[in-house]
């Protein structure tokens, strides 16, 4: 088992080891196009290589200083998404709020409310997700994002409907069942399909989640007394 995984891991890191060289030749060999660098540093970041990915759109902006508005915004946002994915997310917060284009306006929005969400500004979060769902409301992960922190709030019911909207466009989203499933503990329903739905969906999430499992057993036990 251990070698089986061990094998996987070295062929997932030739593979990226691949895709950065061959992204690197791209933009040698035409370093005048800006999504190459948003695309070698998007590989940094799945690598958790951040450092580097910084570095890149760092050097990238500079290069592209004079660039349209939708160009430099991309390495922006492309920035914002480094420091998100390496938990700087006052720092993310900053790049995010940096963005003016149309096209990225409704995910810069919704990154906001993510970043807002992990530093448990809840009011804030909240503001940027419902901005977010105004300009596109059939973004599972927006109603998603939206329930995530009702359910922070306390406000359960209004979060088992933003949990239900989700599910009803993406059925197998663990952390929307996970978090259906807190909802139904509280309110006394069935809620074991959805704690059996999230486990097999993201078991990585479900076992993360325990302690939201715990919390919500005291609240109730809480209740009771």
């Known amino acids: 088992m251990t070698e089986n995984k061990t094998t996987k891991r070295e062929q997932q890191t030739q593979k990226m080891n691949k895709l950065v060289h061959e992204l690197v030749q791209k933009i040698d060999q035409n370093p005048k196009e800006p999504q190459n660098y948003y695309d070698l ?8 290589d951040y450092e580097q990915a910084e ?28 420091y998100y ?16 284009s149309q096209q990225l306006k409704t995910d810069a929005y919704l990154m906001l409310a993510q970043s807002y969400l992990a530093l448990g500004d809840n009011k804030r979060s909240m503001a940027f997700a419902l901005t977010a769902q105004g300009k596109q409301t059939m973004k599972p992960e927006i109603s998603n994002l939206i329930g995530d922190n009702l359910l922070a709030l306390g406000d359960f019911e209004q979060a088992g409907s933003f949990y239900d909207q989700t599910l009803a466009v993406d059925p197998n989203n663990g952390p929307a069942n996970f978090n259906r499933g807190l909802v139904a503990m509280v309110q006394a329903e069935p809620y ?4 059996d739905k999230a486990k097999k969906a993201d078991p990585d999430y479900f076992q993360k ?17």
């Open 209 to 225: 989640s325990q302690q939201k499992l715990t919390d919500i057993e005291k609240f109730l036990k809480t209740k009771q007394e």
């Open 41 to 48: 540093a998007t590989v940094l970041v799945d690598g958790n």
């Open 85 to 100: 994915a390496a938990e700087e997310y006052s720092k993310a917060i900053q790049w995010f709020e940096k963005i003016t």
């Open 55 to 82: 570095e890149l759109l760092m050097k990238a902006l500079g290069l592209f200083d004079n660039a349209e508005v939708t160009v430099k915004d991309q390495l922006i946002y492309g920035l914002a998404n480094v």
């Open 192 to 195: 074991a399909i959805y704690f």
